[in-house]
């Protein structure tokens, strides 16, 4: 192609009843081709990389690689909303409820090493059941604790640095804090 754009489908594993595919949406100008978009055989997405290694891989080389969600509404609750959710089930079709110390969701915060072979974690953002949900006078509540961690210098492993509990107890240095702020 010297330019515009396409969709390229590409076989992926052994044919049987079914042939596995890949797809790639790329666009052309007359000095490159470039992958936009890649759906595989596998059910994942990547945006600006032809080897997704999650559900959604997002790549971006040379510049900040951002996600914009934008709401426009007059309405004063209205806002942008990123959902964590999570079942006590395996099966989506019939959720369960969660139980105590499940986690809810994690943000994680990773780093390439110096000796250029790996991410490495340097911090994370965790969210807990911290106590137990749909208790029988309260089919509806669901107790929660934050916890951040950070890595040390010298450390990919992050450990506990601040927990906030259901009780808004804050611990600094203190996973289970027993006061307004545990230090």
Not at 4 to 16: D, K, P, R, T
Not at 26 to 41: E, G, I, P, Q, W
Not at 134 to 143: E, G, L, R, V
Request: net charge negative; with cysteine.
């Amino acid at each position: 192609f010297d330019t515009g754009a396409g969709i390229q489908v590409i076989q992926n594993g052994s044919a049987g009843t079914k042939v596995p595919c890949d797809m790639s949406i790329f666009v052309s100008s007359s000095s490159a081709t470039n992958t936009v978009m890649t759906l595989t055989k596998d059910a994942t997405v990547g945006i600006g990389t032809d080897s997704p290694e999650q559900k959604l891989h997002l790549s971006h080389a040379d510049t900040d690689c951002q996600v914009v969600i934008d709401t426009h509404s007059s309405t004063l609750i209205d806002g942008s909303e990123i959902h964590f959710r999570k079942s006590g089930s395996d099966d989506a079709a019939s959720p369960g409820v969660v139980e105590e110390n499940d986690l809810l969701g994690m943000l994680r915060f990773y780093g390439y090493n110096s000796s250029g072979t790996n991410y490495d974690q340097g911090a994370n953002i965790q969210v807990w059941v911290d106590g137990e949900p749909n208790t029988s006078s309260d089919s509806s509540d669901m107790p929660s604790r934050m916890v951040f961690a950070v890595s040390a210098d010298g450390s990919s492993s992050p450990t506990d640095a601040m927990t906030i509990k259901s009780s808004g107890n804050v611990g600094i240095g203190e996973s289970s804090p027993d006061t307004l702020l545990h230090l």
